[in-house]
T-cell receptor, first 115, second 115 residues
């Protein structure tokens, strides 16, 4: 069973629009960590954010913001005023303490920002 | 800052050949993870090592083996290559096995093509 679900396979937005990427996770651990990575066409995985299960504070970093809600097991990612350079595949990932820290990735959301 | 180094970056092999992928973690990182990302798919965990010992095993085929050496670099050995082994192989390192919160730093990946 998929531990991390990214229901949006592909999203297209026009430059300067805001876009939210959804991530829903499943775990029985009380201690776990959530991540977002960006994978541009070049292929590397670029770290964006890490959040632990005890910290539900939302976070903003420039045009990026994250909304973590344990009640709905969601960790959504919003890009404000999108830019063409934001075009990439975005992965949400879960790491559980009891699973040896391996990452469980979602299937990714491919974001295309149209100029 | 030093990052995770993977070599080679690109590799082309024929079916039934063998391949060896190398990973050099960030200095002082003691844990290495290997992931396989097929075309259009999310990265899948293969195997991990902590202090030169295998710590966790994922969906790694029996044809593959891996080890971590005394200098903490790791090698993924792949034998009897199949077309389906064509993928991007990521290595990641972290510095604290006991704490999931530690971000895994990903290398740029090795793109393996099996013809």
């Amino acid at each position: 069973a998929q531990k991390v679900t990214q229901a949006q396979t592909e999203i297209s937005v026009v430059e300067k629009e805001d876009v939210t990427l959804d991530c829903v996770y499943e775990t029985r651990d009380t201690t776990y960590y959530l991540f977002w990575y960006k994978q541009p066409p070049s292929g590397e995985l670029v770290f964006l954010i890490r959040r632990n299960s005890f910290d539900e504070q939302n976070e903003i970093s420039g045009r990026y913001s994250w909304n973590f809600q344990k009640s709905t097991s969601s960790f959504n990612f919003t890009i404000t005023a999108s830019q063409v350079v934001d075009s990439a595949v975005y992965f949400c990932a879960l790491s559980e303490v009891r699973s040896g820290n391996q990452f469980y990735f979602g299937t990714g959301t491919s974001l295309t920002v149209i100029p | 800052a030093a990052g995770v180094i993977q070599s080679p970056r690109h590799l082309i092999k024929e079916k039934r050949e063998t391949a060896t992928l190398k990973c050099y973690p960030i200095p002082r990182h003691d844990t290495v993870y290997w992931y396989q990302q097929g075309p259009g798919q999310d990265p899948q965990f293969l195997i991990s090592f902590y202090e030169k010992m295998q710590s966790d095993k994922g969906s790694i085929p029996d044809r593959f083996s891996a080890q971590q050496f005394s200098d903490y670099h790791s090698e993924l050995n792949m034998s009897s290559l199949e077309l389906g082994d064509s993928a991007l192989y990521f290595c990641a390192s972290s510095s604290d096995f006991s704490s999931s919160y530690n971000e895994q730093f990903f290398g740029p990946g090795t793109r393996l093509t099996v013809l």
